[in-house]
């Protein structure tokens, strides 16, 4: 076996017959992300740029899924317990890494077709023909760049030309001219092995088998740019895929799929079919046969004239291969099943598999042997393209693990800052919406867990204790109502760095009146005057008499004694402000009170500094004098946060806790909060269960969902009959709702995790895996039996990190 290639320079492949080649490294769109008409147009982009090549040349596209792993990096996981949790769960996670090559050759003029008869790996010797003239050579640059430029047009894929040093390679990194004669995987280092073509193609221990889509007979009737895929479709919404999806990703073994088109002289084809009919005519009497080929090609010629087609040779064909040679009997049975689900015959190539297998050396393309190709249109021959990658891991620094869909390997995707660097979103607002047991609480615990670690404050107002875990481990404070415990909060304290301004001194009023009026009543200007002058009193007090607490107990005591005093002597009247009335109706939250607790706490005091805080109401949403204050507290924390944490992420996750917000006349906060936070490097979550929620919500409606570029919906199943509501409201597209109508609907039984569909400015949909390690699950489960276990360990061994590694560690070596 002689090597084809003479020479690499200037960036292409000269053979020794005088053939030019070009690569290209391609990026192609993630799978599971393109709907009907997207496939369509990507579809007729390929037809376009393609069509730009010039007589006797060659397209190749070469696919290559070889296994690998994914490779844990425990130096960027710090000292998170769950990060490094996480790394470790994930580490050599098996997954299908995919690159794509395309070849453009032209042929010089005069050079000799190939066939199986007679080919490169067969001769003995090669004598190099004449070089192609400098203005073919310019020529074919010329319709390369062309076609570069179409295809990156299109919006679909980029392309990489590939250089010197990435078709030969160099000492250390293979090229994909090495890579193809050993059979290297991606990132694999360079090794030199035998190869073997005797009785079977093996390169070194790898056992490789050859499959072709060649004969007319045994492709399908029909083609098309995409399929449906039956797994997530449904009654309602059928689920596209590319057509020859199940010979590429969805192929789940090492292989190469090479797709070919060979454009001739249209003329000459056209011409040599002409004479084709004529001697299938001159034979129809003697063969039924015969008058059926007559036909067949009759209307292939009618359909290349009227509607201008341009007549290809094309050939498909899927290289597999493995090191255990059992394992090759499985491998026949994926690709004759994936064929099949494309309507085609899997025909095992065995006398002319080592000259199709040279021929797809990168280069040696034009060696193919042609009566290994059929006869179509350029239209059809695209479409048996593969069309799609993997899932891409987010370039940004900020981000969140989620799973690729079809491996459940991490994937790094940020849903804040890269949409508004795209110019996809405008705010990094965020609406859930997932019914009970859709994987919500993990979804919601995982982000915050990941916003935290990389720097954010987060403030989360929630109703059903999701939150406690992940609070405690992370350190911070938890603000919760019991008997025993009840909750505290302290407004008057100035922690480290927060100074008493306007801000901070209008929050408190706001505090005091209303405690003090009614939601009828109405408060008149003296009284704000007089209040805003007591706490200004107040505060100067404190600051000659630091052994004072502030709180509410001390100002309290300062207006019964040093601000009555100054009343008197301003001749206030009670009419302007009566403090008898304003000490009388506070007097329950004052030392021996009913709520003497509420106003006067001495722990969890410096909110604005904390970057982690919970809010639970699940046990005072319904309570009259409580509930309200408290959320008053809640806004002024982040929005005090808001302002004045400059260059500081901010995030506000409001659970179920919205809805009673809402009730308590806080409706307006919450539309100021989702228009605002975008301009203070924050952004606000809202969460909720129930589609009536949405529906029966002007506040969700309006304020929200409009100020919520990014939306995240969990399994719909049980509200698919009514889910065009859903979609109208939420303004998804026929798409978006096929994503989300798939979503859980074949799920590796292997592994146990929830999917989660994530939109963002209407312009980027996908879907991911919510899959989190088994520390990761114990932070983050409300099921009451594992929380309440959890707890115990957590007591036994002195803190939650300790006691969820020692109960994780006996889950997984109980048997089962």
Same mark, same amino acid.
């Given at each position: 076996?002689?090597?084809?290639?003479?020479?690499?320079?200037?960036?292409?492949?000269?053979?020794?017959?005088?053939?030019?080649?070009?690569?290209?490294?391609?990026?192609?769109?993630?799978?599971f992300?393109?709907?009907?008409?997207?496939?369509?147009?990507?579809?007729?982009?390929?037809?376009?740029?393609?069509?730009?090549? =010039?007589?006797?040349s060659?397209?190749?596209?070469?696919?290559?899924?070889?296994?690998?792993s994914?490779?844990a990096?425990?130096?960027?996981?710090?000292?998170?317990?769950?990060?490094?949790?996480?790394?470790?769960?994930?580490?050599?996670?098996?997954?299908?890494?995919?690159?794509?090559?395309?070849?453009l050759?032209?042929? =010089?003029?005069?050079?000799?077709?190939?066939?199986?008869?007679?080919?490169?790996?067969?001769?003995?010797?090669?004598?190099?023909?004449?070089?192609?003239?400098?203005?073919?050579?310019?020529?074919?640059?010329?319709?390369v760049?062309?076609?570069?430029?179409?295809?990156?047009?299109?919006?679909?894929?980029?392309?990489?030309?590939?250089?010197?040093?990435?078709?030969?390679?160099?000492?250390?990194?293979?090229?994909?001219?090495?890579?193809? *004669?050993?059979?290297?995987?991606?990132?694999?280092?360079?090794?030199?092995?035998?190869?073997?073509?005797?009785?079977?193609?093996?390169?070194?221990?790898?056992?490789?088998?050859?499959?072709?889509l060649?004969?007319?007979?045994d492709?399908?009737?029909?083609?098309?740019?995409?399929?449906?895929?039956?797994?997530?479709?449904?009654?309602?919404?059928?689920?596209?895929?590319?057509?020859?999806?199940?010979?590429?990703?969805?192929?789940? *073994?090492?292989?190469?799929?090479?797709q070919?088109?060979?454009?001739?002289?249209a003329?000459?084809?056209?011409?040599?079919?002409?004479?084709?009919?004529?001697?299938?005519?001159?034979?129809?009497?003697?063969?039924?046969?015969?008058?059926?080929?007559r036909?067949?090609?009759?209307?292939?010629?009618?359909?290349?004239?009227?509607?201008?087609?341009?007549?290809?040779?094309?050939?498909?064909?899927?290289?597999?291969?493995s090191?255990?040679?059992?394992?090759?009997?499985?491998?026949?049975?994926?690709?004759?099943?994936?064929?099949?689900?494309m309507?085609?015959v899997?025909?095992?190539?065995?006398?002319?598999?080592s000259?199709?297998?040279?021929?797809?050396?990168?280069?040696?393309q034009?060696?193919?042997?042609?009566?290994?190709t059929?006869?179509?249109?350029?239209?059809?021959?695209?479409?048996f393209?593969?069309?799609?990658?993997?899932?891409?891991?987010?370039?940004? $620094?900020?981000?969140?693990?989620?799973?690729?869909?079809?491996?459940?390997?991490?994937?790094?995707?940020d849903?804040?800052?890269?949409?508004?660097?795209?110019?996809?979103?405008?705010?990094?607002?965020?609406?859930?919406?997932?019914?009970?047991?859709?994987?919500?609480?993990?979804?919601?615990?995982?982000?915050?867990?990941?916003y935290?670690?990389?720097?954010?404050? +987060?403030?989360?107002?929630?109703?059903?204790?999701?939150?406690?875990?992940?609070?405690?481990?992370?350190?911070?404070?938890?603000?919760?109502?019991?008997?025993?415990?009840?909750?505290?909060f302290? $407004?008057?304290?100035?922690?480290?760095?927060?100074?008493?301004?306007?801000?901070?001194?209008e929050?408190?009023?706001?505090?005091?009146?209303?405690?003090?009026?009614?939601?009828?009543?109405?408060?008149?200007r003296?009284?704000?005057v007089?209040?805003?002058?007591?706490?200004?009193?107040?505060?100067?007090?404190?600051?000659?008499?630091?052994?004072?607490f $502030?709180c509410?107990?001390?100002?309290?005591?300062?207006?019964?004694?040093?601000?009555?005093?100054?009343?008197?002597?301003?001749?206030v009247?009670?009419?302007?402000?009566?403090?008898?009335?304003?000490?009388?109706?506070?007097? =329950?939250?004052?030392?021996?009170?009913?709520?003497?607790?509420?106003?006067?706490?001495?722990?969890?005091?410096?909110?604005?500094s904390?970057?982690?805080?919970?809010?639970?109401?699940?046990?005072?949403?319904?309570?009259?004098?409580?509930? $309200?204050v408290?959320?008053?507290?809640?806004?002024?924390?982040?929005?005090?946060?808001?302002?004045?944490?400059?260059?500081v992420?901010?995030?506000?996750?409001?659970?179920?806790?919205?809805?009673?917000?809402?009730?308590?006349?806080m409706a307006?906060?919450?539309?100021?909060?989702?228009?605002?936070?975008?301009?203070?490097?924050?952004?606000?979550?809202?969460?909720?269960?129930?589609?009536?929620?949405?529906?029966?919500?002007p506040?969700?409606?309006?304020?929200i969902?409009?100020?919520?570029?990014?939306?995240i919906?969990?399994?719909?199943?049980?509200?698919?009959?009514?889910?065009?509501?859903?979609?109208?409201l939420?303004g998804l597209?026929?798409?978006?709702?096929?994503?989300?109508?798939?979503?859980?609907?074949?799920n590796d039984?292997?592994?146990?995790?929830?999917?989660?569909?994530?939109?963002?400015?209407?312009?980027?949909?996908k879907?991911?895996?919510?899959?989190?390690?088994?520390?990761?699950?114990? *932070?983050?489960?409300?099921?009451?039996?594992?929380?309440?276990? +959890?707890?115990?360990?957590?007591?036994?061994?002195?803190?939650?990190?300790?006691?969820?590694?020692?109960?994780?560690?006996?889950?997984?070596?109980?048997?089962?």
């Amino acid at each position: 076996m002689i090597l084809p290639i003479y020479k690499i320079e200037h960036g292409c492949i000269l053979s020794r017959q005088g053939d030019v080649t070009v690569g290209f490294k391609v990026q192609l769109p993630e799978i599971f992300t393109l709907s009907d008409r997207e496939y369509e147009t990507y579809h007729q982009g390929w037809v376009k740029a393609i069509k730009l090549m =010039p007589a006797n040349s060659m397209f190749h596209k070469q696919d290559w899924f070889t296994k690998g792993s994914f490779k844990a990096d425990f130096e960027s996981a710090g000292d998170s317990f769950l990060s490094r949790s996480s790394e470790r769960f994930f580490n050599e996670r098996e997954c299908l890494d995919h690159s794509c090559y395309i070849f453009l050759t032209r042929k =010089p003029v005069g050079r000799k077709l190939s066939s199986s008869s007679l080919s490169n790996v067969l001769r003995k010797s090669i004598a190099p023909s004449i070089a192609t003239s400098k203005i073919l050579l310019d020529e074919f640059l010329d319709s390369v760049g062309q076609f570069k430029r179409v295809m990156e047009d299109s919006g679909f894929v980029s392309l990489e030309r590939l250089g010197d040093d990435e078709l030969a390679g160099t000492a250390n990194v293979p090229g994909v001219l090495e890579r193809y *004669c050993f059979l290297l995987g991606q990132g694999e280092a360079s090794v030199i092995r035998d190869i073997h073509l005797k009785d079977e193609i093996r390169v070194g221990d790898k056992h490789c088998q050859l499959f072709t889509l060649s004969d007319v007979e045994d492709l399908p009737s029909m083609v098309g740019s995409r399929i449906n895929n039956d797994k997530y479709s449904t009654d309602r919404t059928k689920f596209s895929v590319g057509f020859a999806s199940p010979l590429g990703q969805l192929l789940n *073994c090492n292989h190469i799929y090479n797709q070919y088109v060979f454009l001739d002289d249209a003329g000459a084809t056209l011409k040599r079919l002409e004479a084709k009919k004529l001697r299938l005519q001159s034979l129809s009497g003697y063969s039924r046969e015969n008058a059926i080929s007559r036909d067949a090609v009759n209307d292939f010629l009618n359909e290349a004239i009227a509607a201008g087609r341009l007549p290809v040779k094309s050939h498909f064909n899927v290289l597999c291969w493995s090191e255990d040679l059992a394992e090759m009997k499985e491998v026949r049975s994926l690709v004759s099943s994936s064929m099949a689900q494309m309507d085609s015959v899997a025909k095992q190539e065995t006398d002319g598999q080592s000259q199709v297998w040279f021929a797809g050396l990168p280069g040696n393309q034009a060696d193919f042997p042609m009566n290994d190709t059929f006869d179509t249109f350029l239209e059809q021959a695209t479409c048996f393209f593969n069309l799609e990658s993997n899932y891409r891991s987010s370039i940004s $620094p900020f981000g969140v693990r989620l799973g690729d869909r079809l491996s459940g390997r991490p994937v790094h995707v940020d849903i804040s800052d890269e949409p508004i660097a795209l110019g996809v979103a405008t705010n990094r607002n965020k609406f859930i919406l997932g019914p009970s047991g859709s994987g919500k609480s993990f979804l919601t615990n995982h982000l915050m867990r990941s916003y935290a670690e990389q720097g954010a404050h +987060v403030v989360i107002v929630d109703v059903g204790h999701s939150y406690s875990g992940l609070c405690e481990l992370m350190g911070g404070y938890y603000f919760t109502y019991s008997e025993e415990n009840p909750i505290a909060f302290n $407004p008057f304290y100035l922690g480290e760095g927060d100074v008493m301004d306007t801000e901070k001194k209008e929050s408190i009023k706001t505090l005091l009146l209303a405690l003090w009026k009614k939601d009828d009543e109405t408060f008149r200007r003296s009284e704000y005057v007089a209040l805003s002058g007591a706490l200004t009193l107040y505060f100067e007090f404190l600051a000659n008499r630091p052994d004072i607490f $502030p709180c509410f107990n001390s100002f309290y005591e300062y207006l019964q004694s040093g601000y009555g005093a100054e009343l008197e002597r301003s001749k206030v009247k009670a009419a302007d402000f009566d403090i008898q009335n304003f000490i009388y109706v506070l007097s =329950p939250f004052y030392r021996g009170g009913e709520f003497d607790y509420l106003l006067n706490a001495r722990e969890n005091l410096d909110l604005l500094s904390q970057p982690f805080i919970v809010f639970e109401l699940d046990n005072i949403k319904d309570h009259p004098i409580l509930f $309200p204050v408290v959320t008053l507290i809640i806004m002024e924390v982040f929005i005090s946060k808001m302002r004045k944490l400059k260059g500081v992420r901010k995030v506000f996750l409001c659970e179920e806790a919205w809805k009673a917000i809402a009730k308590e006349g806080m409706a307006e906060q919450l539309k100021y909060l989702f228009k605002t936070v975008r301009k203070h490097f924050g952004e606000a979550i809202v969460v909720t269960q129930e589609v009536e929620d949405i529906i029966s919500s002007p506040i969700v409606k309006q304020a929200i969902i409009n100020n919520s570029d990014c939306k995240i919906l969990l399994d719909q199943s049980k509200y698919q009959n009514k889910f065009d509501q859903i979609q109208e409201l939420l303004g998804l597209t026929d798409k978006e709702k096929a994503q989300v109508l798939s979503l859980n609907k074949a799920n590796d039984p292997k592994r146990k995790y929830k999917e989660v569909f994530i939109s963002i400015g209407g312009q980027m949909s996908k879907v991911y895996r919510t899959e989190v390690s088994m520390e990761e699950y114990l *932070c983050y489960t409300t099921e009451e039996r594992e929380k309440v276990r +959890v707890m115990e360990y957590a007591r036994k061994y002195g803190s939650m990190q300790k006691g969820i590694a020692v109960l994780a560690q006996e889950i997984r070596e109980k048997p089962g």
